[in-house]
């Protein structure tokens, strides 16, 4: 048997590889500033770090791998909307309290407890200016391949309907809230993001895009998987402010839900490893 992966083959392993990989840099990073900023209360306090640059990049690049991956059917949709998301969760920082992050001055001027510090104001403004500007191109050009029938019209009509819909939710949320808006974006994004990929994981064991169901063992794993994002998630704000010496929930947490995300998609790298025609999916 011929075992040398064709281009296409290869393109598409490395493309899931590298959304896992994602979330070893992001590690990485975590563990590389920790030494000078200690544990903080969540990775996504870590954005106030060095370890910055890394993780939005590494966001970035997860939500451009769900583009190219998402093939056809409802798992099309579902990681269509995971990568309208997905830049949301770099681009908009986690409040924060006062001093808790060493060496940044995140005193909130309103009084509030918590709150992203004013002097990133002007990063999050442009970042979410560009994601909507970006977001609107991608969105005329999906409808212009649709149109000219380079792509499925129906699966494009869905997931075009809903990303604008999200880019709205934005952009309004933005304008005419925007304190709320810098209150719960990050969170709303994350939140909805990994309830987005559990679904993903329920919809890969139950009803897969093309071909047969997957191995039993992989429609269990995956089952698991979405069960435990789904209580990972929506059980943080029971425990996402307990913590036991320095460790927070909230850190334990996203923790969590990062491992899960990684072992999601090292199974979909196993599982279509030798597919001989990935595109379609």
Not at 96 to 119: H, K, M, Y
Not at 121 to 135: K, P, Q, S
Not at 213 to 218: A, E, H, I, Q
């Amino acid at each position: 048997m011929d075992r040398i992966a064709t281009s296409t083959q290869r393109t598409y392993r490395y493309l899931r590889l590298a959304i896992a990989g994602s979330v070893v840099a992001v590690f990485t990073s975590v563990l590389v500033a920790m030494p000078v900023v200690g544990l903080l209360p969540s990775i996504s306090h870590y954005y106030y770090t060095p370890a910055r640059t890394i993780f939005v990049g590494a966001v970035i690049l997860v939500a451009v791998g769900f583009f190219a991956l998402s093939g056809r059917g409802p798992e099309r949709v579902l990681l269509d909307v995971a990568a309208v998301i997905a830049p949301l969760v770099a681009i908009i920082p986690t409040v924060i309290s006062p001093n808790s992050v060493p060496g940044l001055d995140s005193t909130c001027d309103d009084g509030r407890a918590t709150c992203i510090p004013v002097a990133f104001d002007a990063d999050v403004d442009n970042g979410v200016a560009t994601f909507l500007i970006v977001g609107v191109v991608v969105l005329v050009v999906a409808v212009a391949l649709a149109m000219a029938g380079e792509a499925s019209r129906p699966g494009t009509a869905l997931s075009a309907s809903i990303a604008a819909v999200l880019l709205a939710a934005v952009w309004l949320s933005w304008w005419l809230a925007h304190d709320w808006f810098l209150q719960w974006a990050h969170v709303a994004a994350a939140v909805g993001f990994f309830v987005v990929i559990a679904a993903v994981a329920v919809v890969n064991a139950v009803r897969p895009s093309d071909g047969p169901k997957p191995p039993r063992w992989l429609q269990v794993a995956y089952v698991v998987i979405a069960v435990a994002l789904g209580v990972t998630v929506v059980g943080m704000p029971l425990y996402g402010s307990l913590h036991v010496g320095d460790v927070f929930g909230v850190f334990v947490g996203e923790v969590a839900a990062l491992l899960l995300f990684f072992a999601f998609w090292v199974l979909q790298s196993v599982q279509y490893w030798r597919e001989p025609d990935p595109a379609l999916r």
